[in-house]
């Protein structure tokens, strides 16, 4: 992949969104602004710990300019650290748009903290997943310079970071590569095989490809670290009802995110 590289001209960029609305709101672009440092989650026991960790306020944004910015949006700040936090709308594609209206507002660092299906042989629900590299069939990164089947590695030294900070906490967790599929009814026991002999630990709907094409793109910072909530090999149990594991899991995940943050902001990225 030629890094930087778009598929013709965008008539449309996040930049001219964030300008309308502005106008629109008769507000200034700054009154959009976002934090160098953003969380990207789903889960709203993971999104109640941080508003409590980093004592997140609702942030009105650019909810009112598109309809892929109608997630809700926090900032805060921990040990002085300023954070936003986003619960964006899953898949894909609103990933794609939140990620450049957030990179357009200021965001340097943006993680994906989050679950994802557990697909390597050791894997465990409630087991953390680390990825190193993201693949996989979704219908958005072509337009960002990935090629049909092209691995898209995760930053090493981001990577490196939420290994060490994990290893601190629990020894229940897997490095490895991460495959995306949007088709949730339609795995297969043969492709899950298949893909635990190429080094695959987890598979997700999309968002971690399109995050790092995203950002690989655009010059920003990225990182990933999910808690495995599905193994397609054992069937669905809907892990959250047990909700006291759930709510230590997706609350460890959260203190491991802190932890790195702190760590991105000793180093100063």
Same mark, same amino acid.
């Given at each position: &992949?030629?890094?930087?590289?778009?598929?013709?001209?965008?008539?449309?960029?996040?930049?001219?969104?964030?300008?309308?609305?502005?106008? &629109?709101? #008769?507000?200034?672009?700054?009154?959009?602004?976002?934090?160098?440092?953003?969380?990207?989650?789903?889960?709203?026991?993971?999104?109640? =710990? *941080?508003? #409590?960790?980093?004592?997140?306020?609702? =942030?009105?944004?650019?909810?009112?300019?598109?309809? =892929?910015?109608?997630?809700?949006? @926090?900032? /805060?700040?921990? $040990?002085?650290?300023?954070?936003?936090? &986003?619960?964006?709308? &899953?898949?894909?594609?609103?990933?794609?748009?939140?990620?450049?209206? *957030?990179?357009?507002? /200021?965001?340097?660092?943006?993680?994906?903290?989050?679950?994802?299906? /557990?697909?390597?042989?050791?894997?465990?629900? $409630?087991?953390?997943?680390?990825?190193?590299?993201?693949?996989?069939?979704?219908?958005?990164?072509?337009?960002?310079?990935?090629?049909?089947?092209?691995?898209?590695?995760?930053?090493?030294?981001?990577?490196?970071?939420?290994?060490?900070?994990?290893?601190?906490?629990?020894? %229940?967790?897997?490095?490895?590569? $991460?495959?995306?599929?949007?088709?949730? @009814? #339609?795995?297969?026991?043969?492709?899950?095989?298949?893909? !635990?002999?190429?080094?695959?630990? /987890?598979?997700? %709907?999309?968002?971690?490809?399109?995050?790092?094409?995203?950002? #690989? !793109?655009? %010059?920003? %910072?990225?990182?990933?670290?999910?808690?495995?909530? @599905?193994?397609? *090999?054992?069937?669905?149990?809907?892990?959250?009802?047990?909700?006291?594991? @759930?709510?230590?899991?997706?609350?460890?995940?959260?203190?491991?995110?802190?932890?790195?943050?702190?760590?991105?902001? $000793?180093?100063?990225?």
């Amino acid at each position: &992949m030629e890094k930087g590289k778009m598929i013709n001209e965008p008539l449309l960029t996040s930049s001219k969104v964030v300008e309308i609305a502005s106008k &629109m709101a #008769r507000k200034k672009r700054e009154d959009y602004a976002v934090d160098e440092k953003v969380f990207l989650l789903f889960s709203d026991l993971l999104l109640e =710990y *941080l508003i #409590r960790k980093a004592n997140l306020k609702k =942030y009105s944004w650019l909810e009112d300019a598109h309809p =892929y910015a109608s997630g809700a949006i @926090y900032r /805060g700040a921990y $040990n002085g650290i300023p954070l936003t936090v &986003m619960k964006p709308p &899953m898949g894909a594609s609103p990933m794609a748009v939140v990620l450049e209206d *957030l990179i357009t507002c /200021g965001a340097k660092n943006i993680f994906l903290v989050c679950g994802a299906w /557990g697909i390597g042989p050791k894997v465990k629900i $409630n087991d953390f997943l680390l990825p190193t590299h993201t693949t996989g069939c979704e219908s958005i990164t072509k337009y960002y310079g990935r090629a049909e089947k092209e691995e898209l590695p995760m930053m090493p030294g981001i990577v490196r970071l939420l290994k060490e900070e994990t290893a601190k906490r629990t020894e %229940n967790y897997h490095t490895g590569k $991460n495959y995306a599929k949007e088709a949730f @009814y #339609r795995l297969t026991k043969e492709e899950i095989i298949a893909l !635990q002999k190429q080094g695959f630990i /987890g598979m997700e %709907n999309g968002e971690l490809n399109v995050l790092a094409a995203v950002c #690989r !793109q655009k %010059n920003s %910072n990225y990182g990933a670290i999910f808690y495995s909530y @599905y193994n397609p *090999l054992e069937g669905w149990t809907i892990p959250w009802k047990k909700k006291e594991e @759930y709510k230590a899991t997706v609350e460890l995940e959260g203190e491991i995110a802190l932890a790195v943050l702190e760590r991105l902001e $000793n180093l100063k990225l």
